[in-house]
């Protein structure tokens, strides 16, 4: 799939590279970087890089957070006394319910984590979309989950709220976008290098069609590769294809004001490099 980037074009406007000290957005990365460590080690690591968030999915080697926080902190109020000594916010627990095909198994894993979300201030839940074609069966069932969601959050006064990732069928923009069709009320979870590499599409066109929903991105970097399955392989922030500047630049021209995070996935691909190196990479290379 030729994919264009944006990046190459002469008519973008790079100015915000003399005003990115005035960006109104949060940078954060996810626990996924460095999935081994334990909560504080995780805390120092965005304190030694000046980031001031971090989305969590990982601690301790486990995805399953209310069990790593129940064995490490009995309760939920104990996180809350943890994250209330904290430079640093936690703004999303990463969930693996889906939208899409999900069961009341599932439903019931996911709702483990809201305790845990409202002690530690996170404003979201990560879910998956789900599915694969985006055909109408799968959009009813999208909005069918979150409808109940909704319905459970205003019943309990939760504060926390989902934010939808577009990770599998909504990594398409056309079935995002029939989700969103009829004004659908819903964070999105915008995964800029998945609408771009998988679903071949401009993520300036793609923020503009999606920016009244997005909350949170997720961005990383990676270059084309015939050996991987995927087809692409990541690499460090700069050093490949996707077109970080362009997506900057439409970023700062709208005043995003929401997280931009860094989903550096070494927890799934244990031969990238550490995230400290991620991290460095992208503050020396100006990548965000």
């Not at 009244?212 to 015939?226: C, E, G, L, P």
Request: proline share 4%; hydrophobic share 40%; aromatic share 10%.
């Amino acid at each position: 799939m030729l994919i264009e980037n944006p990046a190459h074009r002469e008519d973008i406007d790079l100015s915000y590279l003399a005003r990115s000290d005035d960006f109104k957005f949060e940078r954060a990365f996810s626990s996924l970087g460095c999935g081994e460590n334990e909560l504080p080690e995780v805390m120092a690591i965005a304190q030694r890089h000046e980031i001031p968030c971090v989305e969590l999915r990982t601690l301790g080697g486990m995805v399953d957070l209310p069990g790593y926080f129940a064995a490490r902190h009995a309760v939920p109020g104990k996180l809350a006394d943890l994250m209330d000594s904290s430079s640093v916010r936690i703004v999303s627990l990463g969930t693996s319910l889906r939208l899409i095909g999900n069961t009341a198994e599932s439903r019931e894993a996911f709702l483990r984590y809201v305790p845990w979300a409202e002690a530690c201030g996170a404003s979201t839940l990560r879910v998956f979309d789900g599915g694969t074609g985006g055909n109408a069966d799968e959009i009813e069932s999208a909005r069918s989950t979150l409808q109940w969601w909704q319905e459970l959050r205003a019943d309990n006064g939760w504060k926390v709220d989902i934010a939808i990732e577009t990770h599998d069928a909504f990594a398409i923009e056309e079935n995002l976008l029939r989700f969103l069709d009829g004004n659908v009320q819903c964070h999105v979870l915008w995964d800029a290098h998945h609408t771009w590499r998988k679903g071949g599409a401009d993520p300036v066109r793609t923020w503009a069609i999606v920016r009244d929903n997005v909350r949170h991105i997720h961005v990383k970097d990676s270059v084309a590769s015939a050996q991987k399955a995927a087809g692409y392989a990541y690499v460090l922030p700069g050093e490949g294809e996707f077109p970080m500047s362009a997506l900057l630049a439409a970023l700062c021209a709208d005043g995003y004001d929401g997280v931009l995070s860094l989903e550096w996935e070494r927890h799934w691909h244990p031969e990238l490099p550490q995230l400290d190196a991620a991290l460095s990479a992208a503050r020396e290379r100006s990548w965000w």
